[in-house]
């Protein structure tokens, strides 16, 4: 009898099943390092135990004033560029409307569901604000350098703690000497209206020739104009013949913040959007080709902003 012998098979059993051991742990450490990178991912991705992902609410600020050069109320190429842009919240100038009521416009500009505030008094060349949600307080102040139509504002209930108060402005045209004391005086009435940490949107038909206008320096000591918004071509001028910048959405420092990209029919605007129709193809519907050059004064501004709620 070989004493040896259960002794080296023992030894063989043993390399055996460690071999047999390490091979699985081999194939596990493979099997491991295909799944740890995915698994790493997935941890990564899935919210924390206990955390809450931010929400966010995101809306539009759009000004128009689409009114045709003839009799100053909106016809239906106005109608349908605003249609097309489908904004949340409206600024409007020149809210005049031949076929119907202020309601009636608004109900074809936002549909049936649609909140309004226009000025009153019988201003020939009224302000006014249109919006998707509710309009909880609206007023005017008198522009003591134009006669036929006054500084409007409504207060809109965007979703989330604060409100957002549009200011619908239409400065004077004609005496550029006048301009700047108006808009000093705007702006004194803004801020004293609203509270400091409150969103306000200045909108509006400015009449400046230009950026270098003493009137928009004085609006935008407070007033954000670092996002131009600008066509396709990179074009930031929004009157009939593109080479003046009359139109404005403007945030103060607590919305400015919360501007991003403006989106529409799936092209990116990263300042905003001047909207000129001749520019599409294809166009958002409604709208129409011809549309910018039917007779309009103007193009509109829109841009986009995402509040925390």
């Known amino acids: 009898?070989?004493?040896?012998?259960?002794?080296?098979?023992?030894?063989?059993?043993?390399?055996?099943?460690?071999?047999?051991?390490?091979?699985?742990?081999?194939?596990?450490?493979?099997?491991?390092?295909?799944?740890?990178?995915?698994?790493?991912?997935?941890?990564?991705?899935?919210?924390?135990?206990?955390?809450?992902?931010?929400?966010?609410?995101?809306f539009t600020v759009a000004t128009a004033?689409?009114?045709?050069?003839?009799?100053?109320?909106?016809?239906?190429?106005?109608?349908?560029?605003?249609q097309a842009l489908q904004p949340d919240v409206l600024a409007i100038q020149e809210y005049n409307y031949k076929l119907g009521t202020s309601q009636d416009l608004a109900q074809r500009?936002?549909?049936?569901?649609?909140?309004?505030a226009r000025e009153n008094g019988g201003a020939r060349l009224p302000n006014g604000v249109m919006s998707r949600y509710p309009i909880v307080a609206f007023g005017q102040w008198e522009d003591p350098y134009v006669g036929n139509r006054s500084f409007f504002w409504a207060t809109v209930q965007i979703p989330g703690p604060k409100p957002l108060h549009v200011v619908s402005v239409h400065l004077v045209q004609n005496h550029a000497e006048r301009r700047l004391p108006e808009a000093r005086h705007l702006l004194e009435?803004?801020?004293?209206?609203?509270?400091?940490?409150?969103?306000?949107?200045?909108?509006g038909d400015f009449n400046v020739a230009s950026r270098d206008s003493t009137a928009l320096a004085a609006l935008t000591n407070w007033f954000d104009d670092s996002a131009q918004p600008a066509d396709q071509a990179g074009?930031?001028?929004?009157?009939?013949?593109?080479?003046?910048?009359?139109?404005?959405v403007l945030p103060n420092p607590a919305l400015a913040?919360?501007?991003?990209?403006?989106?529409?029919?799936?092209?990116?605007?990263?300042?905003?959007?001047?909207?000129d129709s001749r520019l599409w193809n294809p166009l958002p519907p409604p709208a129409e080709w011809e549309d910018t050059?039917?007779?309009?004064?103007?193009?509109?501004?829109?841009?986009?902003?995402?509040?925390p709620l």
């Open 1 to 58: 009898m070989n004493p040896r012998r259960p002794e080296a098979s023992f030894r063989r059993r043993n390399h055996a099943a460690r071999g047999w051991t390490l091979a699985r742990i081999s194939g596990s450490f493979r099997t491991m390092r295909r799944w740890l990178p995915i698994l790493i991912c997935l941890l990564l991705a899935s919210p924390r135990a206990g955390a809450t992902p931010p929400k966010w609410a995101t």
């Open 65 to 82: 004033n689409l009114s045709d050069n003839v009799t100053q109320a909106y016809g239906a190429p106005g109608i349908r560029i605003v």
């Open 109 to 116: 500009l936002f549909g049936p569901d649609c909140h309004f």
């Open 189 to 203: 009435l803004i801020r004293k209206q609203f509270p400091e940490g409150d969103y306000v949107a200045l909108c």
């Open 235 to 248: 074009n930031k001028n929004t009157n009939a013949n593109r080479n003046r910048p009359y139109d404005y």
């Open 257 to 275: 913040p919360y501007h991003i990209p403006t989106v529409l029919a799936d092209q990116k605007f990263p300042a905003g959007l001047v909207f």
């Open 293 to 307: 050059a039917r007779d309009l004064q103007h193009l509109p501004v829109m841009k986009t902003f995402r509040v």
